[in-house]
């Protein structure tokens, strides 16, 4: 997640939006914060099968790879499918969305997490990504208007013969 982050944020630099750089950097990092505190608050142990695939640290709810999925893999989707065509984006978003529900899911296949706990995160996962496309959206309408403000600003200037 960490190299989606960054590389996304590089994606944002390379077009000169700073704001974007830097909610595509914060908004993965404060849903893992924030998944952390709420792991330590609700303190509920991981699954114990013995069928488990592999052994994991940490607490189980909710799923910190389900809020890392979910955040970090759409959010970088919807922001470079903002600048790329239709078809594509929504082809991107599609393989995002299915590559997210794999990973989330494949924690309760591995034994690792209870099934609530993935969605907990799903939802976690989601709100953050919410305010991150809020903050987006804001963002880009803002843009928008300072472009039409100058390129009236600029008509009005010059001068017809």
Same mark, same amino acid.
């Given at each position: 997640m960490t190299l989606i982050a960054i590389g996304s944020a590089c994606y944002a630099l390379i077009r000169r939006n700073v704001m974007a750089a830097a909610v595509l950097l914060v908004a993965p990092y404060a849903a893992a914060v924030s998944c952390n505190l709420l792991k330590g608050w609700v303190d509920r142990q991981r699954p114990s099968l013995d069928c488990s695939s592999i052994q994991a640290e940490g607490f189980s709810f909710p799923s910190g790879h389900a809020v890392g999925v979910t955040t970090g893999f759409l959010l970088a989707v919807l922001y470079v499918g903002m600048q790329t065509p239709r078809?594509?984006? @929504?082809?991107?978003?599609? !393989?995002? %969305?299915? %590559?997210?529900? !794999? @990973?989330?899911?494949? $924690? @309760?296949f591995l034994g690792v997490h209870f099934s609530v706990d993935v969605l907990a995160g799903q939802l976690l996962g989601a709100g953050w990504l919410a305010v991150a496309v809020l903050v987006l959206h804001r963002q880009?309408? %803002? $843009? !928008? $208007? $300072?472009?039409?403000?100058q390129a009236l600003t600029n008509s009005a200037t010059e001068h017809v013969p």
């Amino acid at each position: 997640m960490t190299l989606i982050a960054i590389g996304s944020a590089c994606y944002a630099l390379i077009r000169r939006n700073v704001m974007a750089a830097a909610v595509l950097l914060v908004a993965p990092y404060a849903a893992a914060v924030s998944c952390n505190l709420l792991k330590g608050w609700v303190d509920r142990q991981r699954p114990s099968l013995d069928c488990s695939s592999i052994q994991a640290e940490g607490f189980s709810f909710p799923s910190g790879h389900a809020v890392g999925v979910t955040t970090g893999f759409l959010l970088a989707v919807l922001y470079v499918g903002m600048q790329t065509p239709r078809t594509i984006s @929504v082809l991107l978003l599609a !393989l995002a %969305g299915a %590559g997210a529900e !794999l @990973v989330a899911w494949s $924690r @309760v296949f591995l034994g690792v997490h209870f099934s609530v706990d993935v969605l907990a995160g799903q939802l976690l996962g989601a709100g953050w990504l919410a305010v991150a496309v809020l903050v987006l959206h804001r963002q880009s309408a %803002g $843009r !928008l $208007r $300072r472009e039409a403000r100058q390129a009236l600003t600029n008509s009005a200037t010059e001068h017809v013969p």
